[in-house]
Structures are given as C-alpha cells and as structure tokens.
C-alpha cells in the first residue's frame, strides 16, 4: 500500500472514532456521577446530618396543625379566626429557612380547618394601601365604597423558635433541636396555645446545611 493511501485510511479510522464516540456519549447526563433518588418529604435519605432535615420539617408542622385544630379557641370559635404569622426565631447552628416551618403550617391548617381559620397577609401590607390609594382617589375602579377600611385586624399571632444544643467529641457530632410554637390571643395578649417536638440526632460526620 502506496504512503498516501496509508495517511487516507489513517484519517478515514480516527475520523470514524471520532464520530462513534460522540454518538456513544450522546444523551448521557451525568455518567460518571449517581443517578438521582425521589424520595418522600417525610423520608430519611442517604444524604443526611445530624441537622434539620425534611422529615424533621413535616413531622413537627403536621403535629402543630393538629395541635391548633384542637383547642377551644378554634374548634369551637363561634366565627372565623384571623391569624397573623411573625417570624420565626433561630437559635440552633443551623443557618436554614426557618419561616418554612410557619409556611407549611399555615397551609396545613388553610386545606384541613374546614373555614375555622383564615390567614392575614401581612407582607401585602404595602401593596394593599397602595391599591386602596388608588382607589380613594379614583385612578382606578372599585366594586364597593373605597373610602371604607377593609383591612381586618387579627385575633391570634402565631410564632415559634428552634433552639440547639450541640456536642461535639472525637466519637462524632450530636445535636438536639427543640421546636416550639405559640398561638397569643392579639387583645389580652394571653398565650391561649403551646407545643413543642424534640429531635435529637448523633453522627460521625457533620453537614452543611443552607
């Protein structure tokens, strides 16, 4: 075989390799990495810490739902109850969205309480005096009287804190998470409701957590 034909046959082989492996790689996602897992909420993963983890999240939400669905201000209020959520206070290592907690909560109770409760946005509260602005100085249209306040005031505020308490040893991590929750009565500023969950969860290897 002549020297050209040789370099023509080479070329025609790498090319031909070349090709085939884009077509082998063609689609892969991630082949060298582990494939994803879908798991439940309230499931425990593989990738887990001594932390605040999901399941953490929807064991305590769900039985502080319950909770405030069974005390005589809410199941046997003769109208429906205006609550107003305030931030949740983080006292534990942990640097997570801690207003999910209120947020799961707070749609727990709007899909079970059967029109026991309602929910006042306050972070509308900008928005909303806006629009009424508009209204009162008839910018744009409103379907009844714009000079009245509609705004309701609350009956309850609802309002938690998670404290922490960790140590640490050569034999590995624990830490201790109590959630706690408070429902006040908005006129006397009495605590009509309270409750708490305890976690407490021990490791050899720490995680990070945002």
Known sequence: MTTPSRLLLAGFVAGSAFFAGCETTEGVKNPAGVPVTE?????????????????????????MARSILGIPEIARARVRSSIVLEPVVN?????????????????????????????????MMKTLERERALKQSGQVTASSDPHVVEFRGADFFLTGKLDGLTTRTTAGTSDYVLYSFRLTNARTSEIVWEDSAEVKKQGLEDAAYR
């Open 39 to 63: 798991m439940k909420p309230d499931e425990r993963g593989f990738v887990a810490g001594t932390g605040i983890e999901s399941q953490d999240l929807v064991s305590v939400t769900d039985k």
């Open 91 to 123: 006292n534990t290592r942990f640097p997570i969205n801690k207003d999910i907690f209120l947020t799961r909560i707070r749609t727990q109770l709007n899909s079970k309480a059967a029109g026991r409760v309602s929910f006042l946005d306050r972070e």
